[in-house]
């Protein structure tokens, strides 16, 4: 399964699990959460070893998925400041921490590394095509279409002029069918 490892910056209700919260759960800056916009990402991290889920939470993941509509390797412009000090944690922590030995499941960090390489800020694009689905109105190409009448007599009288003409030519030759 080839895993989409897009990410967006998100605000996540203040107080929801956040070490900076005051004392009734409540925090006075807004949270702000790198989400992967795929739901089978979010799926994958959530099936990594707890040390990862970690290793992600503690930089600023979240295990949930947005629905975003942005293309693949594209990002919104305005999170490029929050998207690069989140990535930097991660890293710090990565380092510290480790992964050696740790399961990811269908975690792959080698194209986390390379999606995230290769994302660019959008220039105001959007997905082209959401969730195509066939038109059940329309017969489907696969199926071979069937020869009209005249097509069929076409093919009948070809068939008997080439057996007329083999059939008089043995005739001519002497030999009998």
Not at 126 to 142: G, L
Request: with cysteine; charged share 30%; glycine share 10%.
């Amino acid at each position: 399964m080839v895993l989409e490892y897009d990410f967006d910056i998100v605000v996540v209700d203040p107080g929801e699990g956040d070490p900076d919260s005051g004392p009734d759960g409540f925090s006075k800056k807004p949270v702000l959460r790198a989400m992967f916009r795929s739901v089978k990402t979010a799926d994958a991290l959530r099936a990594a070893s707890p040390k990862i889920r970690k290793i992600f939470q503690d930089a600023g993941f979240g295990l949930d998925a947005t629905g975003s509509d942005l293309v693949h390797g594209l990002y919104r412009p305005r999170d490029e400041a929050e998207r690069e000090r989140i990535l930097r944690a991660l890293f710090a922590n990565i380092r510290k921490m480790g992964v050696q030995g740790e399961y990811c499941g269908e975690f792959d960090f080698r194209k986390f590394l390379r999606d995230i390489k290769n994302a660019r800020p959008r220039n105001g694009q959007r997905r082209t095509v959401a969730d195509w689905t066939p038109n059940p109105r329309y017969k489907s190409p696969a199926s071979p279409e069937r020869r009209t009448l005249p097509g069929r007599i076409g093919v009948a009288l070809g068939l008997a002029v080439i057996l007329f003409v083999i059939v008089k030519y043995l005739a001519e030759r002497g030999a009998t069918p």
